[in-house]
T-cell receptor
Framework: GAVVSQHPSWVICKSGTSVKIECRSL??????MFWYRQFPKQSLMLMAT?????????EQGVEKDKFLINHASLTLSTLTVTSAHPEDSSFYIC????????????FGQGTRLTVV | LAKTTQPISMDSYEGQEVNITCSHN???????ITWYQQFPSQGPRFIIQ???TKVTNEVASLFIPADRKSSTLSLPRVSLSDTAVYYC?????????????FGSGTRLLVRP
C-alpha cells in the first residue's frame, strides 16, 4: 500500500521554542492531508485539514496561530508547533489519501513531541 | 459527521473469532464505514471498508445491515499480535478526500 512518512519520529524541545513536523506521501500525490493529535490512552483528535496550495482548515478549538500548517506540494505537509509549552506534549499523526483513491487513508508513524 | 459508538474494551483468547459491533445511527447516504487498527505509538492502519452488506478481505470481514446504522467487524482466529485498539469510523467525502473523525475505539486484549 501507499506510504506516508513523518519526520521526526520523536522530538524534545524547550518550552517557548517552535518545532516543525513533516509529513510526506512517498509514492503518491495527496491534495489533502490531515493532522491529528493523540494524548496517552485517548483517541485521535482531528486538528486540521491541510490543502495543497491553500490555507488549512482548522477544527473548532484548535488555534491556527499556534499550529501552523503548510502544504506547499502534493507530497509534503508541515505542522509547526509555535511557542511550544508542556501541555503541547503529545503524539502528532498525519494522514493522506490518494487523489481520487477512495476511502482508505494512509497514516504516518507519528511524531512524539515532548516539551520540557 | 456521524458519531460512532463501540465497546470500550473486549477480551478474547488466541484462536477465537472476535466480533466488534459499532453503532452509527446518523450515517448519511453517501458515507462509508471503515475500520482501523492502532498499536501503541504507531499511526492507525486501515483494516476494511464497506457501504452495505458484507465485505471480506484477507484479514477481516465487515457486516453491515440494510439500515446501515451499525456494523460489525469480524476478526477470525485472533492471535496475540491482534491486541490493539480498533476504531470504527464513518467516512464522509469533503472535496477530494474523505474526512475521518475517530471515536473512542475498542481496546482488544487477546490472551494466550
Amino acid at each position: 500500500g501507499a506510504v506516508v512518512s513523518q519526520h521526526p519520529s520523536w522530538v524534545i524541545c524547550k518550552s517557548g521554542t517552535s518545532v516543525k513536523i513533516e509529513c510526506r506521501s512517498l509514492d503518491f500525490q495527496a491534495t489533502t492531508m490531515f493532522w491529528y493529535r493523540q494524548f496517552p490512552k485517548q483517541s485521535l483528535m482531528l486538528m486540521a485539514t491541510s490543502n495543497e496550495g491553500s490555507k488549512a482548515t482548522y477544527e473548532q478549538g484548535v488555534e491556527k496561530d499556534k499550529f501552523l500548517i503548510n502544504h506547499a506540494s502534493l507530497t509534503l505537509s508541515t505542522l509547526t508547533v509555535t511557542s511550544a509549552h508542556p501541555e503541547d506534549s503529545s503524539f502528532y499523526i498525519c494522514s493522506a489519501s490518494q487523489v481520487q483513491g477512495g476511502v482508505e487513508a494512509f497514516f504516518g508513524q507519528g511524531t512524539r513531541l515532548t516539551v520540557v | 459527521l456521524a458519531k460512532t459508538t463501540q465497546p470500550i474494551s473486549m477480551d478474547s483468547y488466541e484462536g477465537q473469532e472476535v466480533n466488534i459491533t459499532c453503532s452509527h445511527n446518523n450515517i448519511a447516504t453517501n458515507d462509508y464505514i471503515t475500520w482501523y487498527q492502532q498499536f501503541p505509538s504507531q499511526g492507525p492502519r486501515f483494516i476494511i471498508q464497506g457501504y452495505k452488506t458484507k465485505v471480506t478481505n484477507e484479514v477481516a470481514s465487515l457486516f453491515i445491515p440494510a439500515d446501515r446504522k451499525s456494523s460489525t467487524l469480524s476478526l477470525p482466529r485472533v492471535s496475540l499480535s491482534d491486541t490493539a485498539v480498533y476504531y470504527c469510523l464513518v467516512a464522509r467525502k469533503e472535496g477530494s478526500s474523505y474526512k475521518l473523525i475517530f471515536g473512542s475505539g475498542t481496546r482488544l486484549l487477546v490472551r494466550p
